[in-house]
């Protein structure tokens, strides 16, 4: 026999445990993923108590935290970080799967630890599905809410863009833990809007998906501003005579399709186009560059996160793209694009998905991905904006990001599913 509860005995908005299990999770002070670390410190803030499980090396991050043993234990604003050893690897080497090994045998290996700590809430985030078992056994033994956080569909991603059969054993394995996954936990956080569809075929019941999509921290991004204006003076002293500079900020990979940024810059040679940031690609970008001859380029090294806001505003257009790809349909929530917005800037967004925030903030231009005379159109139709028009486009979507991408705002959103998912265990179990 079910009981239902009176209002009176749900404990809404109670305070909450959270074991945060997320592979990559860095900090401002170690670098991306920055992620966990917002949402954590928003709801530390809430007198919520977070514990965040990470992986000792990552290539995302600038800096790696120094271990020592199985476990190593920082506390940052208020944030509990167990760091697991982990060995180095290059990006997308064969000891990156090393490295995910260890990250997972880690887990298991301080059952003890966690067991003196009973949580109210275990949340598995990460690129792979596998952390959800252990996630899950937890969420059994202390009666806590199992969260799945989705950042990408694997194995769909390895099948769809790395080409792999759906044969393969690496496949197979992976898509029996994502089936798991599905199956076993209690809600499922997606940063992909369009992803319900395909979860459901994999075995998720529509009431579990929730969609929270990256965010921004905006009071620090409006503190950072004015703070490194001197720095890029300087450093944009080859293309500041140009007419109109296109920026852009972020990693320079495949994925990004740059070549058509280059090629456009061979077509409007009295515009700037400034890239910021490091990656595979960006050798060869430079060498395309410098056999067109192209005057109107500038390569510039990444840089702290807080000179990002000002480099942001010495530009007129933000440019984001991405190859057209199938896996894109199910929706994107790049960080540098929530950046762009943020900073005021017009935007013209080279991204075929199942989603288009630029459209839907009304702050730039949507365009075909990978195709150049698409680019240098959408250049010419914002550059003959006046500058006050570009201005108005550009606050459209800093107003969205505020509205949909603050991180105060979703970190609220998702202790409220916490809590909702909590409630209806407890409901049920009585």
């Known amino acids: 026999m079910h009981w239902q509860l009176s209002s009176t ?26 992620r966990p670390y917002y949402l954590a410190k928003e709801w530390v803030a809430a007198g919520h108590e977070v ?9 995302l991050r600038n800096r790696q935290p120094s271990v020592h043993g199985k476990l190593t234990f920082e506390m940052i604003d208020g944030i509990q970080y167990v760091w697991l050893p982990t060995p180095k690897y290059e990006q997308n080497s064969a000891k990156r799967i090393v490295n995910i090994i260890e990250y997972i045998r880690g887990l298991y290996s301080v059952p003890n630890f966690l067991g003196e700590y009973p949580f109210d809430a275990v949340i598995a985030s990460s690129t792979y599905p596998f952390d959800n078992d252990f996630a899950h056994r937890m969420a059994v033994k202390w009666g806590a809410v199992h969260v799945y956080e989705v950042h990408d569909l694997w194995p769909l ?59 921004i921290a905006v009071d620090e991004w409006d503190n950072y501003v004015g703070s490194s204006t001197s720095f890029w003076e300087e450093k944009l002293e080859a293309v500041k005579a140009k007419d109109i500079l296109i920026g852009y900020a972020g990693s320079h990979g495949i994925a990004n399709a740059l070549d058509t940024f280059i090629e456009a810059a061979v077509q409007l040679p009295n515009y700037g186009f400034v890239l910021l940031g490091q990656g595979p690609e960006k050798n ?20 702290p996160r807080s000179y990002v806001p000002d480099f942001l505003n010495h530009m007129d257009i933000l440019y984001i793209g991405f190859q057209r790809q ?18 005021g800037k017009p935007i013209i967004c080279a991204i075929d998905a199942g989603n288009d925030i630029v459209g839907e903030a009304g702050c730039g231009l949507t365009i075909q991905p990978e195709n150049v005379e698409a680019l240098v159109q959408a250049i010419y139709k914002l550059s003959s904006c006046d500058k006050a028009s570009r201005d108005r486009m550009g606050l459209l979507g800093r107003a969205y ?14 202790i409220s599913i916490l809590q909702a998912t909590k409630n209806k265990k407890t409901r049920w179990r009585i």
Request: a positive charge; glycine letters at 6%.
């Open 51 to 59: 514990t965040i499980v990470a992986a000792s090396y990552s290539h």
């Open 284 to 303: 060869r970008l430079q060498r395309k560059a410098e056999e067109n001859k192209l005057a109107n380029v500038l390569f510039i090294d990444s840089v």
């Open 157 to 215: 991603s390895p099948i769809e863009l790395g080409g792999y059969p759906r044969w393969h054993p690496a496949i197979i394995v992976t898509q029996a833990a994502e089936d798991r996954a599905y199956r076993n936990a209690d809600s499922v956080v997606s940063l992909l809007p369009a992803a319900k569809t395909y979860m459901m075929s994999r075995g998720l019941k529509e009431d579990k998906f929730h969609y929270i999509p990256n965010g």
């Open 401 to 414: 990001i505020k509205k949909h991408h603050d991180y105060h705002i979703l970190a609220q959103q998702f």
């Open 326 to 343: 199938s896996l894109y349909r199910f929706g994107i929530s790049p960080n540098k694009l929530i950046d762009y917005m943020i900073a």
């Open 9 to 34: 005995l749900i404990t809404v908005g109670f305070k909450m445990k959270i074991l945060y299990l997320e592979h990559y999770a860095g900090s401002p002070e170690y670098g991306m993923e920055y």
